[in-house]
């Protein structure tokens, strides 16, 4: 390459004073046709420089097996994924690889980076206003009973101040979702103006085309009631709500691991907002201001709560079959015989299911079942029928709920016996559990085998007295207050 002295004159000679390529060519001692590609040359800009690679002999034959490797590992979760120690290993045993695993843990370290800027699903850093929030769920480990049990939780988290809230239920069902989004509402004291979620199916029925969603009508009554603003992430693209994801996380390894044991769930989430607010005392990561100092400008914007709380319930329109059951969500409730075959409405929540008439009068209501749980039975409206079909006690879970008790007088009596006892309990089981009834059942049993009008007697005279010594304490209990007040 000649230098610019040199292409200068050549374009002096040749362009100025008219000289031709072959003679300014002889005297300078260059090929004619670099005399001319310089004096026809119009571009003299610099040319971008040209990075000279160093060849690496040792790395250079494995470098695409190794990317080939963190392609692969990109499509898996994280724990999945070959750390740069085994990606050496394999190289070593596999490929004949003679060089350190220093190197190969600097070109793993560098191409990550690379191929997380070369992803599609990077993160755009977006701007946070105070007052608007992002909703997701995550899962855990919790004990409950001596066993482990996965329980969902549900973040509420606000981008601007670092600030979150959250909630445990044993589903990501609607009533779960909407019940801890009120739960976090009424604990705020106000509503963000604008919440993103993701495409959550309590949420979302169906995802359109432009962007179009059809929603439950449960959360579109829901956020009409709050009067919030709703958002939804683009379809696989959890990015659009990573200020979330991240506090799912965070919570779930600084807050619920290991297992935390729980007696009711109803205890986990008052502590669960304990935590939340004590841990807006640490320092925002960028802001370098406390997380509860900036929180108030969320609090701020917060709109205000509706004069009425949701309800977050829906109805359920069923038939009963033969039995008496309904069946929800794949599990099995009871209803009594004498619905057998007619229509029903079950009244949803999410930890309660209440069957009603036509009426709309309450029927029973019972635990709302989850996990490996199938049937809810409450056998006090079946109680009479089987008084007419005694011998099917010992073959039916009523039996096995029985006190120890109950079982040892069944044993003992005849079969008309059986009946006038299992009809004693169709009534006493109607307004309260076991206790009383077995109580009476014990007091008279003191003077040998006891007939159901006996127990039926001690029964009442035990209510009576218990009554009767509960508005004693009420009495006392005022008398003291006015004491006190005196």
């Not at 779930?252 to 297992?259: M, Q």
């Not at 209501?365 to 005694?390: C, F």
């Not at 099917?392 to 079969?415: I, N, R, T």
Request: with cysteine; glycine share 4%.
């Amino acid at each position: 390459m000649l230098a610019m002295a040199e292409v200068n004159y050549i374009r002096y000679e040749t362009n100025t004073k008219g000289r031709s390529y072959a003679e300014v060519a002889r005297q300078m001692g260059v090929d004619r046709r670099t005399v001319k590609k310089y004096s026809d040359m119009e571009d003299f800009n610099p040319a971008t420089p040209i990075r000279q690679q160093r060849k690496s002999p040792v790395m250079d034959p494995v470098k695409p097996i190794i990317d080939e490797w963190l392609k692969e590992d990109a499509k898996k979760k994280k724990k999945f994924r070959r750390t740069a120690k085994r990606i050496y290993d394999l190289l070593v045993k596999h490929h004949e690889f003679q060089g350190s695993d220093r190197s190969v843990r600097d070109y793993v370290s560098k191409r990550k980076r690379e191929l997380a800027e070369e992803s599609e699903e990077a993160a755009l850093p977006l701007e946070t206003k105070p007052g608007a929030a992002q909703v997701d769920f995550g899962e855990a480990p919790f004990l409950h009973e001596g066993e482990e049990v996965i329980r969902h939780f549900l973040v509420l988290s606000f981008p601007y101040s670092n600030a979150f809230l959250y909630q445990v239920f044993p589903s990501e069902n609607r009533e779960c979702f909407l019940q801890g989004l009120a739960n976090m509402f009424e604990f705020l004291e106000g509503v963000p103006h604008t919440i993103r979620f993701d495409n959550l199916s309590p949420a979302v029925k169906k995802v359109l085309p432009e962007g179009e969603r059809v929603l439950t009508e449960e959360f579109e009554r829901f956020a009409a009631h709050y009067g919030f603003s709703y958002e939804f992430c683009n379809p696989n693209s959890g990015n659009e709500k990573s200020h979330v994801e991240a506090m799912v996380k965070y919570i779930r390894n600084n807050y619920l691991l290991p297992a935390v044991p729980y007696d009711r769930l109803a205890d986990v989430n008052e502590q669960a907002l304990i935590w939340s607010v004590e841990d807006r005392e640490r320092a925002h990561y960028e802001k370098e201001l406390p997380i509860s100092e900036l929180h108030l400008a969320d609090k701020e914007q917060l709109l205000q709560l509706p004069g009425k709380k949701y309800e977050c319930i829906r109805y359920e329109h069923l038939k009963a079959d033969k039995y008496g059951m309904i069946r929800i969500d794949g599990k099995q409730y009871s209803t009594s015989p004498r619905f057998a075959g007619q229509a029903v409405t079950a009244k949803l929540s999410f930890d309660q299911v209440t069957i009603l008439n036509e009426k709309n009068e309450i029927l029973i209501t019972h635990p709302r079942l989850y996990g490996s749980e199938r049937r809810a039975m409450n056998w006090q409206p079946y109680l009479t029928l089987m008084a007419k079909r005694p011998t099917a006690l010992k073959y039916s879970s009523f039996y096995d709920q029985l006190p120890e008790e109950w079982k040892v007088y069944f044993e003992a009596c005849s079969l008309e016996e059986k009946k006038a006892a299992l009809s004693l309990l169709a009534v006493l089981l109607k307004e309260q559990d076991f206790h009383l009834p077995t109580e009476a059942l014990r007091m008279a049993s003191e003077h040998g085998h006891p007939t159901a009008e006996s127990i039926k007697h001690v029964y009442l005279l035990v209510a009576v007295y218990q009554c009767r010594f509960r508005q004693y304490i009420i009495c006392i209990r005022s008398l003291y207050m006015e004491w006190r007040a005196w």
